[in-house]
């Protein structure tokens, strides 16, 4: 053998050692890519313990309790005040408790707390207000069935110590999502739908809409009942709403206007089913929960929070336009819904006043009177729908402009109708 090719021998035989050495390094050292399976015990609810097994997806889900606007300044998680920035709040929601607070909502990891300050309730209030804010929801379910509705809310409180967490996602000896919020469960049922027989990627909404959607209480029992037996758009829940089911009128008659007033509660869930993502297949869990990495670790975000903080895990995957068009094109949708929502809000403001001085007049015409209110209902009702959900506008755009238009044409013919039973031409 020459000196030349002894030379190439050793040469190669040291970059086989060298390289062998870093692969043997690099395989010994890389974290799994996938999560080791480790159950927790059934009725477990404390985050933390969860976390001892999970620790990056707590350490995910801990990053709820920052406070902060959003990025395009819609919503967020700061708790002000809402009727601060919409004053028609306090003529709309007059004679109810949202008219006196009204906050915006924070992370999940406040959800008792806000629950316990919030001047909305009180002694007299019922369990069924505990419904979608702690895992202790299952075990008050079990134990009493829908009885729980009906219990004083201070007992449950005093018996909850867990907001919103794990347990309302997640069983714990599988980790496999579930859906742990009955009143959800008894709305698919009566549409044919069986929760225990959906995809993984079909739960990866469910999860968030077992929660994040329009409901009411029924007269009595206080029962959480969701009103999808029509349909899912706010013409439909309207149409369900006019049947009276379960002997529910209304959330409250307004004290000038006399018109027996629905309050929507965040209809997320109903506004993204009928939008695109919805339609196409894009899950809650897909834009709020973004699959992220540490080193070499996939995990599913539980820092439920905008996708704009999140655009190349939570947009990015699928849109090619880029963060900053992506930014406008939502910052776009969201300020043409806040400009269009607060014209509805002060117009069905003015259609109260209207109906409130007509009801006044002597002799007026009470068939006039009636039908100014009805419309007024279903204006409210579509203004409200709009201005309870969470993504102002975003998840749906199409239907809530749509949606606002006919609150403003409604007010505006319920304004006209106040006018023809005073037997004036303006008010």
């Known amino acids: 053998m020459s000196r030349k090719q002894k030379f190439l021998a050793v040469f190669l ?67 002000y005040q809402k009727a601060e920035r919409q004053t028609e709040i306090y003529t709309n929601f007059k004679g109810n408790p949202f008219s006196k607070d009204y906050t915006e909502d924070r992370g999940h ?58 347990a309302n996602c997640h069983d714990p000896a599988t980790m496999n ?102 339609k196409f297949g894009v899950s809650c869990a897909d834009c709020h929960m973004p699959y992220v990495r540490s080193n070499a670790q996939k995990y599913s975000s539980h820092w439920m929070t905008s996708p704009l903080r999140n655009v190349h895990e939570s947009c990015l995957p699928c849109h090619t336009q880029g963060a900053d068009q992506l930014y406008n094109q939502v910052r776009a949708t969201q300020d043409n819904t806040w400009q269009l929502q607060r014209t509805a809000g002060l117009t069905v403001e003015r259609a109260h006043k209207a109906i409130a001085k007509a009801a006044a007049v002597s002799g007026a015409n009470q068939a006039e009177l009636d039908k100014a209110r009805e419309l007024l209902r279903q204006a409210q009702w579509y203004w409200d729908y709009v201005a309870a959900a969470n993504s102002q506008g975003f998840h749906n755009a199409v239907q809530e402009l749509h949606t606002l238009g006919q609150s403003i044409d409604l007010a505006n013919q319920a304004i006209d109708a106040a006018n023809r039973a005073a037997g004036t031409n303006s008010l």
Not at 14 to 31: D, E, N, Q, S, Y
Not at 190 to 218: I, L, N
Not at 255 to 262: A, G, I, R, Y
């Open 13 to 79: 035989g040291t970059l086989v050692l060298f390289f062998g050495f870093v692969m043997v390094r690099v395989w010994a050292l890389k974290p799994p890519s996938t999560m080791k399976l480790t159950a927790i015990q059934a009725g477990e609810y404390d985050p933390a313990v969860w976390g001892q097994a999970y620790p990056l997806q707590y350490q995910s889900y801990l990053k709820n309790k920052e406070t902060e606007p959003s990025p395009t300044g819609y919503n967020g998680s700061v708790n």
């Open 109 to 166: 990891l406040y959800a008792l707390e806000d629950l316990q300050h919030s001047k909305r309730i009180g002694p007299a209030s019922k369990g069924a207000c505990i419904t979608c804010k702690t895992p202790a929801i299952e075990q008050f379910y079990n134990q009493m069935g829908w009885g729980y509705a009906n219990q004083p809310l201070s007992d449950l409180l005093a018996q909850s110590k867990h907001p919103v967490s794990c």
């Open 177 to 278: 999502l579930r859906v742990t919020q009955p009143a959800f469960i008894e709305a698919l049922a009566r549409k044919g739908v069986d929760v225990t027989k959906a995809s993984r990627q079909e739960m990866r909404s469910y999860v968030c809409g077992q929660c994040h959607s329009e409901y009411y209480f029924a007269p009595g029992s206080n029962q959480v009942v969701f009103p999808w037996d029509n349909g899912y758009t706010p013409q439909e829940m309207y149409q369900y709403y006019a049947s009276q089911p379960n002997g529910f009128a209304q959330d409250f008659i307004h004290p000038d206007s006399k018109t027996p007033v629905l309050k929507a509660q965040h209809p997320d869930y109903e506004e993204w089913l009928n939008g695109t993502h919805g």
